[in-house]
């Protein structure tokens, strides 16, 4: 029989916290935040949820909180699911040109009588904390983008924090989401990676996963990846976040590959924590590009 205690103890080091990312991240920003106020200026985020999706309530919540911690002032606007586009759009409109608001964030999903690129495209570039207006998401090509999409780049800055080289690496992405996977690949490509991105029609998906050295799976299916997915010594990413049993878990099997991975983030813990702190740095820098032009 395995001994369970020692066993726990020998994967903590395997664990890449989240919390402990996004609670430096967060700190970091202290300094800004204080020139910014120093200057007059309290950086500000107002974030748009449409209806009710409980897990996108629990997603803004965590928004608010964040900001209470760092300075950052956050309004929030609840709007029904019945709002029109043209309603939004003039919402989005009216905050574009308050001068007292720095980032603007649309919750998705959002209702399919919305279109979302129309959304997206509306807010102000200079303002697009998420990273998703067309115009920041082309410079992310270049890799001079003003605001880089918060869950791509908080894993970037997970795999840097603890030191795991992307030069080189096979990294297989699972999801080609415009949220996720799209900006991840271009941002690994980057780094000199190689990248595979893989999406539901692929075949024998396995194939390619026991390829990687770092596992990326943003699927929200709960509990896709078990052991047999991975190679021995693999990083896993987990960016799924669902509910099993009653129970918060991600697309990982976390039991099941944990003797084989080299490192890996936990959910919860992991992937969304430092999410939300790229989401405080993206408005702090916003706030900061509205000194420096004004
Ligand atoms: N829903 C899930 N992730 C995100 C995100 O990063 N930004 C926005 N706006 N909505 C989301």
Known sequence: MP???????????????GRKIAAYIESSLKEKVDYLKNSGIIP???????GNDPA?????????NAANRC??????????VNISESELLNKINELNN???VHGI??????????????????I?????VDGFHPFN??????GNSSFYPCTPFGIIKMLDYSNIELKGKNVVIIGQSIIVGKPLSIMLMNRNATVSVLNIHTKNIKCWTKMADVLISATGKAHLIDESFVKDGCVVIDVGIAKLNGKICGDVNFDSVIQKVSKITPVPGGVGPVTVAVLMENTVNAALQFLTNS
């Open 44 to 50: 500000c985020i107002y974030v748009i949820l449409i």
């Open 105 to 122: 964030l649309v919750q998705l999903p959002i209702p399919l009588h919305i279109d979302e690129n129309k959304i997206m495209e509306a």
């Open 3 to 17: 001994d369970k205690a020692h066993g726990i103890a020998n994967f903590e080091d395997k664990i890449i916290d």
């Open 98 to 100: 308050d001068s007292l």
């Open 137 to 142: 998401e082309g410079k992310i090509f270049t």
């Open 124 to 128: 102000s570039p200079d303002k697009d």
């Open 56 to 64: 996108s309530v629990i997603y803004v919540k965590n928004k608010e």
């Open 71 to 80: 300075g950052i002032m956050s309004k929030k606007i609840i709007i029904p």
